[in-house]
């Protein structure tokens, strides 16, 4: 997996092993260590030696390792958060539309029965006044 980094630099993440943490990655020149999430959210820690970057992901526990050596450990920001908002506010909107449309479709067939049992009640009205002239 590829991201673009803060800086638009391609970074090379590789898959781990966690039930929170996807992939992992880490921009060497700069020191920052990109971490991907189950969520979809990313985010850059800044300042991460190479060292902790390579206990992290030879760590048995990425989730622990995570938890007790990174996470509040560095200057951190989320690089995709505005996206995945955006996206997700799409997505909502995209189904509010199709509610509506659905409801839409709804109220169009109850007017027509509407429309049919009028049709019957007017119907039902002229028998009943032949009936009454009958009698």
């Known amino acids: 997996m590829v991201i673009t980094g803060i ?44 060292r902790m970057f390579n206990e992290f992901r030879n760590s048995p526990s990425i989730g622990e390792f995570y938890n007790y050596h990174i996470k509040g450990q560095f200057n951190s920001s989320a690089i995709n958060a505005q996206v995945n908002e955006s ?7 995209d189904s509010i539309d199709e509610e509506i ?14 429309d049919a049992l009028e049709a019957d009640r007017d119907a039902l009205v002229k028998v009943q006044d032949i009936l009454n002239r009958v009698k």
Not at 20 to 33: C, E, F, M, N, T
Not at 101 to 114: F, P, R, T, V, Y
């Open 7 to 50: 800086y638009n630099q391609r970074i090379q993440l590789e898959d781990v092993t966690s039930s929170v943490i996807k992939a992992i990655g880490y921009d060497y020149p700069r020191g920052d260590l990109y971490i991907h999430f189950n969520s979809g959210r990313e985010y850059v820690y800044n300042d991460v030696a190479v």
């Open 101 to 114: 449309d659905s409801i839409d479709i709804q109220i169009e067939k109850l007017d027509a029965q509407m």
């Open 87 to 93: 996206s997700k506010l799409s997505q909502l909107a």
